[in-house]
């Protein structure tokens, strides 16, 4: 078959990593990773890797499971494992509406991810606990408005869902914020840990280097687009002047929903309505 589901397995200090997506012809297409650690589950991967995911959550005895965002790369297989295991989903109470009512996405997501079946959420809050470990929650949007982080203290983890992704991006959806995400960036920095559990690039050192320098690249950014917005710069002429290179294959194949152009828009967009 041209399309294939494919999941690969690492462990990290204690908790099971599983990178799972889709292959065309053998080549996978951003792969997506979710957790497992003493019984909670952190994301859930894809639902057209559905049968893999189930499979391999049934023979790891979840008890739980919390989804970082409402996306349907992480929230995939929520209602079916929920459905097949009776496991608990929770999630940052402004999840609760979108994953009850479902929500539709573009034929690029299809492709790739394929849809979130609607699920009833329970709201987290403060923290959620395993019988070894203890989880703040914290609630980072920029990304997306119910965006959490989750951070074990005692072992300097940080499951960070979407807010790094890596130090340098090229592209925004259409309705991230940069500097909703500069100020989630500050909170977690603020916070000791080594392990950056990123679900599509997971740093197991210098994690907090690695968030210090998204951080930094972001304000910097930021600075400049203020700065050339309020000098009278159209979109355009800012991509150019803060080295942004333009993505029209991108935004052809989504529709317009991932577009380098929105790195420069969620700034001025904000400035504007000041
Ligand atoms: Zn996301
Ligand atoms: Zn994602």
Same mark, same amino acid.
């Given at each position: 078959? &041209?399309?294939?589901?494919? /999941?690969? #397995? ?34 859930? %991967? ?14 790891? %005895?979840?008890?739980? $499971? /919390? ?9 995939? +297989?929520?209602? $079916? ?11 940052? $109470? ?18 790739? @991810? ?13 923290? /959620? ?18 965006? $959490? ?19 340098? /991006?090229?592209? &925004?959806?259409?309705?991230? =914020? ?14 000791? @840990?080594?392990?950056?559990?990123? +679900? #599509? +690039?997971?740093?197991?050192?210098? %994690?907090?280097v690695m968030l210090i320098r998204k951080m930094h690249y972001f304000e910097e950014l930021y600075g400049q687009i ?7 710069? =159209? ?7 803060v080295g942004i290179h333009k993505s029209l294959p991108i935004e052809l194949l989504t529709y317009k929903d991932v577009?380098?152009?929105?790195l420069v828009t969620s700034v001025t967009r904000e400035l504007t309505a000041v």
């Amino acid at each position: 078959m &041209f399309r294939k589901p494919y /999941i690969k #397995h690492r462990q990290a200090s204690h908790v099971n990593m599983y990178k799972v997506g889709v292959s065309y012809l053998g080549k996978p297409v951003k792969p997506v990773y979710f957790f497992e650690v003493d019984g909670l589950l952190i994301d859930t %991967g894809p639902s057209l890797a559905q049968l893999a995911v189930s499979k391999t959550v049934k023979a790891l %005895g979840v008890s739980k $499971i /919390i989804l970082t965002h409402t996306h349907e790369d992480h929230s995939g +297989n929520a209602a $079916i494992l929920k459905e097949q295991l009776g496991l608990p989903v929770y999630a940052h $109470i402004l999840s609760m509406e979108i994953m009850a009512r479902g929500f539709d996405i573009l034929p690029y997501q299809k492709a790739m @991810f394929g849809r979130a079946k609607p699920v009833s959420i329970r709201p987290v809050d403060g923290k /959620i606990e395993t019988d070894q470990y203890s989880f703040e929650i914290i609630h980072t949007p920029g990304h997306a408005q119910e965006h $959490i982080a989750l951070y074990e203290r005692k072992q300097g983890w940080l499951f960070s869902g979407d807010l790094f992704v890596a130090e340098k /991006i090229k592209y &925004f959806r259409k309705h991230e =914020s940069m500097s909703e995400q500069i100020k989630s960036l500050k909170k977690l920095v603020r916070l000791d @840990f080594d392990y950056l559990f990123c +679900n #599509h +690039n997971p740093q197991l050192k210098n %994690g907090k280097v690695m968030l210090i320098r998204k951080m930094h690249y972001f304000e910097e950014l930021y600075g400049q687009i203020k700065d050339h917005h309020r000098k009278g710069l =159209s979109t355009e002429e800012i991509m150019k002047a803060v080295g942004i290179h333009k993505s029209l294959p991108i935004e052809l194949l989504t529709y317009k929903d991932v577009s380098a152009r929105y790195l420069v828009t969620s700034v001025t967009r904000e400035l504007t309505a000041v």
